[in-house]
């Protein structure tokens, strides 16, 4: 494989799913959520002569289950899972440090400088 100096380089991985594909999903989801919101709006009308607290349940979902359908259709490409990276960048090259001068080891610290960098106060 050729490397290409600098060139970005991206992971198909990475690659949502097509809009198509998303608007798609999140149709068939609110289309089986509303399905099983009429079941149980019905069920709650044939049940409710005969087990009152079953209808109850069913009532209830019934009228929480709209909202929750349109929430959860609406909750689309934003909410991608952990998605590997797509941009892969360069390595990244150390700096090589200029090698000490031959007069670096000789010059220490100055005379009368403490080891701070700041000069000692002398006697008065």
């Keep these: ?22 608007v798609r ?25 005969v087990e009152r607290h079953v209808a109850v349940v069913a009532l209830v979902l019934g009228i929480l289950l709209p909202y929750i359908s349109v929430v959860i259709a609406n909750a689309g490409r934003e909410n991608a899972p952990s998605l590997p990276s ?3 960048p360069p390595p990244v090259r150390p700096e090589i440090e200029a090698a000490p001068g031959p007069d ?3 010059s220490g610290p100055e005379a009368g400088a ?8 002398g006697p008065s």
């Design 1 to 22: 494989m050729r490397k290409h100096g600098g060139a970005e380089v991206f992971r198909i991985t990475g690659a949502r799913q097509s809009l198509a594909d998303d």
């Design 25 to 49: 999903g999140r149709q068939r989801r609110y289309v089986i959520s509303m399905s099983v919101r009429t079941v149980s709006v019905v069920l709650a009308a044939v049940l409710w002569n």
């Design 86 to 88: 797509t941009f892969v």
């Design 104 to 106: 670096a080891a000789e």
């Design 114 to 121: 403490s080891p701070g960098g700041r000069p000692e106060a």
